[in-house]
């Protein structure tokens, strides 16, 4: 069985005497207001109460018992400045700035030590992914070095060089001391006014239903009431008890977290701190001692957290922790004779996604996350304090936080605690795996399933995970790969399964370079292109907006011009009153309903709108906020689970739906971007004509209980024009071949639409949010501009490559693919100015460009836009003239 350890049989015990002790708390009464009340006193909370008094922010902080005592006064405290994530990496490097910088504001020293990294590669594999990392921290001036093994050895003397292959170097790693680091920030915020309450527990948080939507109104404690609109949950492992307060579920799971500290190993001294990502294990240097902990497959589960686990520690289970000695052992043999001082074994929050939580709840206006960190909270608290500041004065982040966001978690994953508890296991045992660009968990699979998902796992689909729907990423041939329930590795008495073959597939992606399944993915892209091909669109997120304002939150809300016909359908942006892109969407104005799910009779004007699937609950979210803002009579009524989507693309596409319809599919009655209801074999649908890749093609957006005859419909007719099955990998490289945008990699919130060269929907007349920036920069120039890159060379990319422009970095690759009709890898990002000037089609065209993979530059050619079909002749369904290829620049 699962091995649960419950708060009643907690041991605790003292840890080694606290070097030094620090005044934290404020002395003096509980305030009776404040603009934000912080609940928890780790290093979460004190960071938020720093970064909030900074800006000027009357901000108190709540700690039930003495500020650190939880899980911030035991951490490791590493600082690493390389992960693969561009988000990631601007975090740490915020962190690693205010740690440096501190003590000539406070006094107080941040136990900052600047002793450097060293990444362990013991496979090609492992090696090539720290290439990655090499690669993209060049544009973000992070430096670091691809050293051989004997090199590393010379860094660091405990080192084996015959145990691994070379090693990455960065010099600029470190570690902090948390307390002093704790003492530093809150010593700081109180200098600018802000309160930290200690032994004050929040027994209560206070809601103001009464405008219809649920807002923070103030906290109760023992010493009594505070007044505010604004609370920050940063409560760490116990972040869900203080959720349950206030109604809600948040996706964290403690568990047990564990490193031991050597005795005196005097060739350390001075060395940098080592990470063997292939044996699980980190070591920090204290002086001439190691701090060795690791991340094992079967750390033990906390069901409850208890209250009274101030300065605490549990007991370590040596018999899960050897499994990370004899990692040690293996790259340092140092370790077979060193003895052990003592052991730290704590609880740490761990989350689905091994991302924290952030952000405010949509459900609860003013409540905000700042948790679940996963054991990185000392080098993710600066940067993501310096955000969450932001988001709360400024209403939105600076950076694109979506995967941090708590609104990547749609309300049926935060309520499935069994679903939360073995994703967050995975996402723990994973946590040093290699971050391969195609890899899929085996936690949580199956969690919400498609009306046409089991005909398509018969039909050879191998199945993908995003945001808990499964969804086809390809399909093989000749055999099946269903996803079966997850086995936790074979650990806690469950029977590893016997049936691999999804796991077979997805070695197949186990890779840097091209996937074993490139070649059947190209199949289905061709298909598409040449014929006709099969999506399953069913994750989307859809929805309808209604009520008698729902013609003035249309535009509001978006940027191109929706006041089209009934049926008309309008791709557009969404934006922030910033001017960043919250979502792209299609917008469809409904024509008079026939009292059906597809055609609902409304009173007044109605739209139906189309959401990307894994982002679709943050649309849905920032929808009814601004629309809650401005007080609309309007209504969005989500229904994805209650359509299915199939999309029908290709040459021979019009020709297959017009033979199972009685309805005529012609350019008259169905010209590009128009909706209408059609009955296939006896079922309504609405029938869209449009394309995310670029071709003739149809969209039959079809209710729940019709949709297996439908299906069934579709397929057995598309038998006579060759109708291939296609995935979610063949989509998004001919939708990236086409040069079309996928929100949060190369469309974020730190992208405005003119940036993106979508100002062609970007309208003149009227006011939208976020319009006053789209003006500006159309008026003035952008410093930033997408673009679309070639390579001549067989090389795969996979985005977070650097851009290179006359031997100067000037950005970084959003989104890489393959293009199979182009016959040649492809990619899009964005290019700055190295002298941050306006960017300029002539800067653009006078360039001579490479793309940065792996440490090795190939060249490149730019466009301003992609060169497949730029007069859009496909979606035209005009087939006859053959493929004109762009000239060079054409814009």
Same mark, same amino acid.
């Given at each position: 069985m699962l091995r649960l350890t419950g708060g009643s049989v907690v041991k605790t015990r003292n840890f080694p005497k606290i070097k030094q002790v620090f005044k934290y708390s404020t002395e003096s009464t509980l305030p009776s207001q404040a603009d934000v009340v912080i609940i928890g006193g780790g290093v979460a909370g004190c960071a938020a109460l720093y970064q909030l008094s900074k800006r000027g922010v009357n901000a108190v902080l709540l700690e039930r018992t003495k500020t650190t005592s939880g899980t911030t006064w035991h951490t490791g405290a590493l600082c690493w400045r390389l992960r693969p994530s561009d988000v990631d990496i601007q975090l740490l490097d915020a962190t690693r700035k205010l740690l440096m910088s501190l003590e000539q504001e406070t006094g107080l020293n941040t136990g900052w030590i600047n002793n450097g990294g060293i990444f362990i590669a013991k496979t090609e594999e492992r090696l090539q992914e720290y290439k990655r990392l090499h690669t993209l921290g060049h544009f973000f001036n992070i430096e670091s070095h691809l050293i051989s093994s004997s090199e590393a050895a010379k860094l660091s003397p405990i080192l084996d060089p015959k145990r691994f292959k070379a090693a990455l170097y960065s010099p600029g790693d470190g570690f902090a001391d948390p307390s002093m680091y704790c003492a530093s920030l809150v010593k700081g915020a109180k200098s600018r006014g802000a309160q930290v309450i200690e032994n004050c527990p929040v027994t209560d948080i206070l809601i103001d239903p009464t405008s219809g939507v649920r807002k923070i109104k103030g906290v109760e404690t023992p010493k009594g009431t505070i007044k505010t609109s604004c609370v920050v949950n940063a409560g760490g492992v116990w972040a869900k008890t203080i959720c349950q307060k206030v109604g809600l579920e948040i996706p964290i799971t403690p568990m047990k977290h564990a490193y031991v500290i050597t005795e005196s190993i005097p060739e350390v001294k001075n060395t940098p701190n080592l990470r063997d990502h292939d044996g699980s294990i980190y070591m920090r240097i204290q002086g001439d001692s190691v701090y060795l902990g690791g991340y094992e497959n079967n750390p033990e589960i906390i069901r409850d957290m208890?209250?009274?686990?101030?300065?605490?520690?549990?007991?370590?289970?040596?018999?899960?922790?050897? $499994?990370?000695?004899?990692?040690?052992?293996?790259?340092?043999?140092?370790?077979?004779?060193?003895?052990?001082?003592?052991?730290?074994? %704590?609880?740490?929050?761990? $989350?689905?996604?091994?991302?924290?939580?952030?952000?405010?709840?949509p459900k609860l206006a003013g409540f905000y996350y700042s948790c679940g960190f996963n054991s990185l909270g000392i080098q993710l608290s600066g940067g993501c304090a310096e955000q969450l500041a932001i988001w709360i004065t400024q209403g939105r982040p600076e950076i694109p936080m979506f995967a941090y966001d708590i609104r990547r978690f749609t309300p049926n994953l935060r309520s499935d605690r069994a679903w939360i508890t073995e994703t967050s296991q995975e996402s723990y045992a994973k946590n040093y795996s290699i971050v391969f660009p195609h890899d899929q968990p085996l936690a949580g699979r199956n969690h919400k399933i498609g009306p046409f998902h089991e005909a398509l796992v018969a039909s050879g689909a191998v199945m993908e995970q995003a945001q808990g729907w499964e969804r086809p990423g390809y399909f093989v041939k000749d055999r099946t790969a269903p996803v079966r329930g997850y086995d936790w590795y074979g650990h806690y008495d469950h029977i590893d399964n016997e049936d691999k073959r999804y796991e077979k597939e997805l070695e197949g992606d186990y890779t840097f370079g091209f996937s074993k399944h490139h070649d059947q993915i190209g199949e289905e892209a061709h298909s598409a292109r040449n014929n006709v091909a099969l999506f399953d669109l069913s994750y989307f997120t859809k929805m309808y907006l209604t009520g008698p304002d729902a013609e003035e939150a249309a535009d509001w809300l978006f940027t191109a011009d929706t006041d089209k016909e009934p049926g008309r359908v309008v791709y557009t942006c969404a934006l922030n009153s910033k001017g960043g892109v919250e979502a792209d969407v299609t917008v469809t104005a409904l024509e008079e309903g026939v009292g059906t799910l597809v055609g609902p009779i409304m009173k007044g004007k109605g739209y139906y709108v189309v959401a990307g699937g894994a982002s679709g609950y943050q649309t849905v979210s920032h929808f009814k906020k601004e629309m809650a803002k401005k007080n609309f009579k309007s209504v969005i009524t989500d229904t994805t689970d209650k359509l299915g989507v199939l999309s029908i693309q290709g040459p021979k596409s019009r020709e297959l739906l017009q033979s199972i319809t009685e309805t005529p599919i012609t350019d008259e009655k169905f010209p590009p971007g128009m909706s209408h209801l059609i009955h296939v074999d006896g079922h309504v649908c609405r029938a869209m004509r449009i394309s995310f890749i670029g071709e003739l093609g149809y969209e039959l957006h079809v209710p729940v209980a019709s949709c297996v005859p439908v299906y069934n419909k579709v397929v057995e007719a598309g038998r006579g024009f060759d109708l291939k099955h296609a995935g979610f990998r063949a989509l998004y490289a001919l939708s990236l071949e086409k040069g079309y945008h996928l929100w949060n990699q190369d469309l974020r919130i730190d992208d405005n639409p003119v940036e993106a060269d979508l100002r062609h929907i970007c309208r003149k007349e009227g006011q939208?949010?976020?319009?006053?920036?789209?003006?500006?920069?159309?008026?003035?120039?952008?410093?930033?501009?997408?673009?679309?890159?070639? *390579?001549?060379?067989?090389?795969?990319?996979? %985005? *977070?490559?650097?851009?290179?422009?006359?031997?100067?970095?000037?950005?970084?690759?959003?989104?890489?693919?393959?293009?199979?009709?182009?016959?040649?890898?492809?990619?899009?990002?964005?290019?700055?100015?190295?002298?941050?000037?306006?960017? $300029?089609?002539?800067? *653009?065209?006078?360039?001579?460009y490479q793309i940065e993979v792996m440490d090795k530059r190939y060249p490149a050619t730019l466009y301003l836009k992609s060169p497949f079909d730029p007069k859009n002749q496909r979606l035209l369904g005009h087939y006859e003239a053959q493929f004109e290829e762009q000239s060079h620049f054409e814009d």
């Open positions: 208890p209250d009274d686990f101030q300065f605490s520690l549990f007991n370590l289970d040596k018999s899960l922790f050897d $499994t990370h000695v004899k990692s040690a052992i293996d790259i340092a043999p140092v370790f077979e004779r060193v003895g052990i001082k003592t052991d730290v074994c %704590g609880a740490e929050a761990f $989350t689905p996604d091994h991302k924290p939580i952030m952000g405010e709840d939208y949010l976020g319009k006053q920036h789209v003006e500006k920069l159309k008026q003035h120039g952008v410093k930033k501009r997408r673009v679309f890159f070639t *390579l001549e060379d067989r090389v795969a990319v996979y %985005g *977070l490559e650097t851009i290179w422009r006359d031997d100067t970095i000037v950005g970084y690759l959003r989104r890489g693919d393959y293009g199979y009709t182009l016959d040649s890898s492809i990619g899009t990002g964005y290019i700055e100015h190295p002298k941050g000037q306006v960017i $300029t089609d002539e800067f *653009l065209k006078s360039g001579n």
